[in-house]
């Protein structure tokens, strides 16, 4: 007996037979049942546009079911779609995961469409910078992105949450890590849609996708040649690794293709279904306020009830039983991820969205060795999303969505929202939103431009900025900095370099990948003419001026701040000599202006590729020096302590030697602890990953804070039960030892709980 559906009405139709035979199967006394059939279109408009009714009919008809329109079976409940997918021996991806021959002829060969070595290879060279701990390097950039882009729509009033929220990082800072030349940039999202389009069925969808597809194909060919790719990037990484003889070289382009899909469609798809469902659950989204630490929970939440990605295809390599049905060998049998994500016997209620579920149940991601490559980043790009919601947004407002028309994902293709503003950040958010977007100076802020950059090194440029309201800028002296407001929520300190002018001030920014994203969103983002807000000079490491002689110790783009204080002792008559340390001469910064110096007699520079005759000898420098000389180091952490501990060697008193420290190198993880904000009535787990700040931060405390890694001293908190395990640069050996403060953005704790007067 064979069930036949017809949209919504069943009929039972006595001994139809079946369109596969058992050819070669073993002979049984108990004949196996076939697999009921379902008679619908599963890429037709109607179908896409609302599928859970005929999801939750195939999952009643069993396990298995025949899609008669298609030929193909598919796999329906939890159970049998996750073993499926972790048996790769039995349903291989060799063959292709489209719904249809003609695509599998086109598509096979990628990572989701291989087996074996092959897929081995692939997965390997594209995975690596999507891991959970390479993914840390791009955490800091993604907040301040994240925190940025909610205030601008709370801002801008109504909004498209598809257009202007979910669309946002993927086109932004994944589109970067890509890597690719504009030319391929501003074609992903077509590329995306239409290979998703292919990956369904032959219908008008799937055949006007092929075109495009081959497109996608031919771009990726031609970029063989790495100089067309953004050095550092992942696309440049993967023909680094051919050179390395770690990836065959047909392979990269293969493997570039599979950076170009799943980084966008899926990614933007579970964020807009993320915002649907926490506009139209109002009592989960006041909980995911009250409880932060869900904000996982909520992605992989609205991740199961969208499950961005439909059904992909495996084949059968041998004849398989489920359930009394059998599936031939080479049989196409679909995977309904969605179907399965929804299966009544895992979870209670499956249609209702309640982020306090199991958040690893799911199979949205997929299972086993062909799972998505990319969820980790997709994850962290939703939860940066939710981070900087929690403490900005009381409420969410959406409209009706339209679904987008996709053979293979299903998401929104619009969805009107609104965000309603936390009283304490509406006038905030007002304000920066002032002048078309323009950044506004607060009491405290200058209003800058920025009237040229330049390139003045491998990985470094060089900004001049000047007044952009007419009101001249403050004086300074060397050894300054200011702080620099590169995104809305992202500040970073640089220090005023060159030789004093008035009126301009100009500092040097070296991109460094392994940074919170500071130099980064700098270099991506900050052009000629771009509108900056910028700090007040501030000087904690002046020069002293009564000093018989100045040494000036440069390591890499430690030198900025002594290059102000060589012009300033040169034009003053001082006694210094300045030695500069780099890796080589394309990483030293201004190497053409130093060599035309009118002190250039005063500089030594030294490079790690040279002689060894012309390295730093620190101790010999000293050993010359007048009595009375007083030195000031900046640089790298592993270059001042090597400096700071040989003057102390050679007799410097501690008032001789003047540090400036720049960040990114401090270890904020450790244990994880309790920290009480007393004055808030709130406490909240600090994760072994994450910082006070950060813990804080999910839970609604907003502390002001600028450099976040440990130099500027901006977010000392009063300590008052616990003792903090210091980790800054700011305070003093007897300031941390009275242990009554705290930097909040780099510090932990040694005692288990931490009392904070916030």
């Known amino acids: 007996m064979t069930v036949i559906i017809l949209s919504t009405k069943i009929e039972i139709v006595e001994n139809l037979p079946h369109p596969f035979t058992l050819a070669g199967a073993a002979q049984t006394e108990t004949p196996m049942k076939m697999a009921p059939s379902y008679d619908v279109d599963f890429y037709s408009d109607e179908f896409i546009q609302n599928p859970w009714p005929h999801y939750a009919t195939m999952r009643e008809l069993g396990p298995v079911v025949w899609l008669p329109q298609h030929d193909n079976f598919a796999l329906t409940r939890h159970n049998e779609v996750g073993k499926a997918l972790r048996d790769h021996d039995t349903f291989i991806s060799g063959k292709g995961v489209a719904a249809d021959p003609k695509a599998n002829e086109l598509t096979r060969g990628n990572s989701a469409g291989s087996d074996g070595e092959r897929h081995s290879a692939i997965r390997a060279a594209t995975s690596a910078p999507l891991l959970p701990g390479a993914l840390t390097k791009i955490r800091g950039l993604l907040d301040a992105t994240a925190e940025g882009l909610i205030e601008r729509l709370i801002a801008s009033g109504q909004f498209d949450a598809v257009k202007d929220l979910s669309t946002f990082l993927p086109l932004t800072i994944v589109r970067d890590l890509v890597g690719l030349p504009d030319s391929g940039r501003e074609n992903m999202l077509r590329w995306a849609a239409a290979t998703f389009d292919l990956l369904g069925a032959q219908n008008a969808r799937g055949k006007a996708a092929v075109d495009v597809f081959l497109e996608q194909r031919k771009f990726a060919q031609s970029q063989s040649n790495p100089e067309n790719l953004k050095p550092g990037s992942w696309t440049r990484r993967l023909f680094d690794l051919v050179e390395q003889g770690l990836l065959a070289a047909d392979l990269a382009p293969v493997a570039m293709r599979d950076y170009l899909n799943p980084s966008l469609d899926t990614t933007i798809s579970a964020t807009g279904q993320l915002i649907y469902q926490l506009g139209t659950n109002p009592d989960q989204w006041a909980l995911l306020r009250d409880k932060p630490e869900l904000a996982r929970n909520a992605v992989n939440e609205a991740v199961r009830m969208g499950s961005p990605v439909r059904s992909f295809v495996r084949h059968t390599s041998r004849a398989v039983q489920i359930d009394d049905v059998t599936i031939p060998e080479n049989a196409r049998v679909m995977m309904l991820y969605a179907s399965a994500n ?417």
């Open 342 to 758: 929804r299966d009544e016997r895992v979870y209670p209620n499956p249609d209702k969205f309640d982020i306090t579920r199991n958040p690893r149940q799911h199979l949205g991601f997929g299972s086993g060795i062909h799972m998505c490559v990319g969820m980790h980043l997709a994850q962290m790009e939703m939860i940066a999303l939710i981070e900087a919601m929690i403490p900005r947004v009381k409420a969410i407002e959406v409209g009706k969505p339209t679904i987008a028309l996709n053979n293979t994902i299903y998401g929104l293709a619009s969805l009107d929202a609104r965000f309603i503003p936390v009283p304490d950040f509406a006038s905030l958010v007002k304000s920066k939103a002032a002048s078309n977007d323009v950044a506004v100076a607060e009491p405290n802020t200058l209003a800058g431009i920025v009237a040229t950059r330049d390139e003045i090194a491998d990985g470094i440029i060089s900004l001049l900025i000047e007044p952009r309201d007419g009101v001249q800028f403050p004086g300074w002296t060397p050894g300054a900095h200011v702080d620099l407001h590169v995104t809305d929520g992202l500040t970073r300190q640089y220090s005023l370099t060159g030789r004093a002018e008035k009126g301009r001030y100009q500092i040097a920014v070296q991109r460094d990948p392994n940074s919170k994203g500071g130099s980064e969103a700098v270099h991506r983002w900050i052009k000629s003419g771009t509108p900056v807000l910028i700090s007040k000079p501030r000087n904690h490491f002046p020069l002293a001026e009564s000093a018989a002689h100045h040494v000036l110790l440069s390591g890499g783009i430690g030198l900025t701040p002594h290059y102000a204080m060589a012009w300033h002792l040169h034009e003053r008559g001082g006694s210094f000599e300045w030695h500069v340390s780099v890796r080589s001469r394309a990483k030293l910064a201004w190497a053409n202006e130093l060599e035309a110096a009118p002190f250039r007699d005063k500089i030594k520079l030294h490079f790690d590729d040279g002689p060894s005759a012309q390295m730093l000898n620190v101790a010999a420098v000293l050993a010359t020096a007048p009595a009375e000389t007083h030195i000031y180091i900046c640089g790298p952490r592993g270059y001042m302590e090597h400096v700071q501990m040989a003057a102390s060697a050679a007799g410097l008193a501690a008032g001789q030697i003047h540090q400036e420290h720049f960040g990114a190198e401090i270890d904020v993880n450790g244990d994880p602890f309790t920290v009480v904000a007393k004055r808030s009535g709130k406490s909240v787990e600090v994760a072994a990953d994450e910082t006070i700040l950060q813990a804080l931060g999910r839970a609604g405390v907003k502390i002001e804070t600028s450099c976040r890694n440990g130099v500027c001293g901006s977010c000392l908190t009063r300590v008052l039960e616990g003792r903090p395990d210091h980790r800054d640069m700011v305070q003093t050996a007897a300031e941390k030892a009275n242990n009554d403060r705290i930097a909040v953005c780099c510090s932990r704790s040694q005692t288990a709980a931490l009392v904070l007067d916030v």
